[in-house]
């Protein structure tokens, strides 16, 4: 077997909220509560964990996700980001405020989820598809 990515947990101070959120604005189904852990399946069989963090954690350090998404998928989920309003850049710096970018030939955005982890979502991988 080759080695393959399989989850990550990210840590919230509420699971349940920003499991919710990247639900809704991914279009995916939010899975089974299992001990601590949200689960959140993606497509080629990544699963995002969301957990609480410890009480004693007074602070959450923001993590960067990156999406690979269709076309359509990315309409959807921009359409979501307009419409909640949530602040959203065109690229990681945070510059290009209320933009996208149109790197390497597709479409890409960045935005925070509740807790302040950086989100982005893309239509075409870093350095284009491979030919």
């Not at 399989?6 to 001990?35: K, M, Y």
């Not at 850049?89 to 030939?105: C, E, F, L, S, T």
């Amino acid at each position: 077997m080759s080695v393959q990515f399989d989850h990550t947990i990210v840590g919230c101070s509420d699971h349940r909220v920003t499991a919710e959120f990247w639900a809704d604005i991914l279009g995916l189904d939010v899975g089974a509560e299992w001990g601590p852990f949200i689960s959140l399946p993606t497509a080629n069989g990544v699963t995002v964990d969301f957990a609480k963090v410890p009480p004693h954690v007074t602070e959450i350090q923001p993590q960067h996700y990156a999406f690979l998404v269709s076309e359509e998928e990315f309409d959807a989920a921009y359409a979501k980001i307009q419409r909640y309003r949530l602040d959203h850049w065109a690229d990681p710096q945070q510059h290009g405020a209320g933009r996208i970018n149109h790197n390497d030939g597709g479409r890409g955005v960045y935005f925070l989820d509740p807790d302040g982890h950086f989100l982005e979502l893309i239509t075409v991988p870093y350095g284009g598809w491979p030919s």
